[in-house]
């Protein structure tokens, strides 16, 4: 009797343990999860044009679980570093990906972020080579892929460095824009360049039609006129308006201006069209599509964030999210939605000295290295310079060969080069590698974050520059170049890094919260309603966001 009834208790217990572990493999899971990143779509941009909104916007913010005021938490804010924490769940002084490039000091070389010599681009075998290699851990679509090989991971972006730090390391695929050529993709060398770019065939032929029609950009929104302004930008006089003035950098002829109004539309027609032709949501596991809408970088880059350029662009883009929504809602499947932005952004210089800002100046990064390099070769007698740059924020110490100084040289070159920077009236802050990498960032809210603790979370030794440096808010590091680049990148400060997060699905309970998060806790909320464990070693934790039936995140 007793071996009988120890028998009937272990064969109850298996039941119970079966029983626990199918329901937890049966948990309603979204079919398809899609991450989509808005390129330069600070804190201050989505809340700027908050009352316009009529059509995607609205309906993400009306219905959706939105933190307006979240942080991309790091002090080096560009795309692809922005871009690295999305689905990682690491700052970028853990993803490798520090900054959109950097010096290598052991060969001399400047890197892109997402070079990889082992891809070439489909369209071009001549185009740069970019690829995951640099990318220096897993994503969520690595980890969903480990464990569900079954699901599909898919990345379509405007920008290679956008798609490529999203889509990880094992995506089934990955696409960008190429202007006139449409979406490619990398190709191995074992690998059929027209057979990677047939999910985009349709796609392509559209935008390769509409680029040989050279499209005019006018106004979509008439209202937009109201911003429309002429500003003195270096020696030239340009007039902000639609369709914008011809491109002019100074000392050269006028050419041909980009239309970047095409690119958001391409970039969710691609989205469309992979998810039909991946099937993705529709095959029993869950899926992942990862969307980089890259316009807003390029515009907020080249004509500023308050113009009639913007206003336009934002309309267009929320008609556009509008239409995307309402595609997902006809595909009849559970979809989790997570709407978010890569880095922030203020505006061109003169615009802001217009608007009375007591800082606001143009500074040419050019002339301003040379400063640097001619004060550090007097105070340490040498013949070369020693210092250079990729971006006019991290700096480098150098010989003339371009290469790592032997440590006892590279010590005197920082201190003189930090001393040379803390003399200038436009720097607000600059900051040792050294110092940087050895400071711990107090328990605090990442709202209140210094300046330091911010480029702290940028640092990696070996990608990094020797030195950081903070310029003042309001400065635009930027040669001119119009509709191209007349505002640079953005710096450490809140309108620079703080980045809504919205999570959306049909059904949502809609919520405004006020806690100041980071994008780095994106990936972890995703994976725990998707079932996927996640690495131990990431720097952001789970969100309960009340997605249906989700375990409640774990400790």
Not at 168 to 193: L, P, Q
Not at 315 to 327: C, I, N, Q, S
Request: with cysteine.
């Amino acid at each position: 009797m007793r071996l009988a009834a120890r028998l009937l208790a272990f064969i109850a217990a298996a039941i119970v343990s079966v029983g626990g572990a199918t329901a937890q493999l049966s948990q309603p899971r979204p079919d398809l999860v899609v991450a989509i990143s808005v390129d330069q779509f600070g804190s201050l941009l989505f809340n700027r044009w908050r009352g316009a909104y009529r059509d995607g916007f609205k309906r993400l913010a009306e219905e959706g679980i939105v933190y307006a005021n979240a942080y991309q938490s790091h002090g080096i804010t560009e795309t692809c570093a922005g871009h690295s924490t999305l689905l990682t769940g690491k700052h970028p002084g853990r993803t490798g990906i520090v900054a959109n490039e950097w010096y290598d000091p052991k060969t001399g070389k400047q890197i892109y972020c997402v070079a990889d010599d082992n891809y070439a681009q489909a369209h071009d075998p001549k185009a740069r080579r970019v690829g995951p290699a640099l990318l220096a851990t897993s994503t969520l679509g690595d980890w969903l892929k480990e464990q569900s090989p079954k699901s599909r991971v898919v990345a379509v972006s405007g920008k290679d460095r956008a798609a490529i730090t999203m889509g990880g390391h094992r995506a089934d695929a990955i696409f960008w824009y190429a202007d006139a050529a449409g979406f490619t993709t990398m190709v191995g060398k074992d690998d059929s360049a027209a057979d990677k770019l047939a999910p985009v065939a349709d796609v392509n032929a559209k935008a390769q039609a509409l680029a040989a029609s050279h499209p005019v950009w006018t106004y979509q929104d008439d209202s937009c006129r109201r911003f429309e302004d002429t500003y003195q930008v270096g020696k030239l006089t340009w007039r902000s308006t639609l369709p914008p003035e011809m491109p002019v950098e100074e000392g050269k002829a006028a050419s041909r201006v980009r239309p970047l109004q095409i690119m958001d539309p391409l970039t969710i027609d691609a989205a469309r069209e992979l998810i039909g032709r991946y099937q993705l949501g529709k095959r029993g596991v869950t899926d992942l599509l990862a969307i980089s809408l890259s316009a807003t970088d390029f515009i907020g880059h080249g004509y500023g964030t308050q113009g009639p350029e913007m206003c336009d662009h934002i309309r267009r883009l929320d008609a556009g999210v509008g239409e995307f929504l309402a595609f997902l809602d006809g595909l009849d499947l559970k979809v989790l939605v997570v709407l978010t932005g890569d880095h922030g952004g203020s505006d061109f210089s003169e615009r802001l000295a217009k608007q009375g800002f007591p800082n606001a100046k143009r500074i040419d990064p050019k002339a301003l290295l040379a400063d640097i390099n001619r004060d550090v070769k007097q105070r340490l007698s040498l013949d070369f310079n020693p210092v250079i740059s990729p971006d006019s924020v991290q700096f480098y110490a150098v010989d003339r060969s371009g290469k790592q100084l032997d440590d006892g040289l590279r010590e005197k070159v920082i201190e003189a080069a930090m001393s040379a920077f803390s003399a200038r009236p436009e720097i607000e802050q600059a900051f040792r590698l050294t110092d940087l990498l050895d400071h711990k960032i107090p328990e605090s809210a990442v709202s209140d974050y210094s300046l330091k603790d911010r480029f702290s979370q940028s640092a990696m030794a070996g990608r990094t520059g020797d030195i950081v440096v903070a310029y003042k808010s309001g400065i635009s590091v930027a040669p001119v170049r119009l509709t191209r680049f007349i505002m640079g990148h953005p710096g450490p400060y809140r309108h620079d890094t703080a980045v809504p997060i919205i999570f959306w699905w049909n059904g949502a309970s809609s919520q405004t919260r006020l806690l100041p998060v980071d994008t780095t806790l994106i990936a972890p909320t995703l994976a725990n309603i998707m079932g996927v464990k996640t690495p131990a070693d990431l720097d952001g934790s789970c969100l309960n966001i009340g997605y249906p039936d989700a375990p409640v995140c774990p400790r």
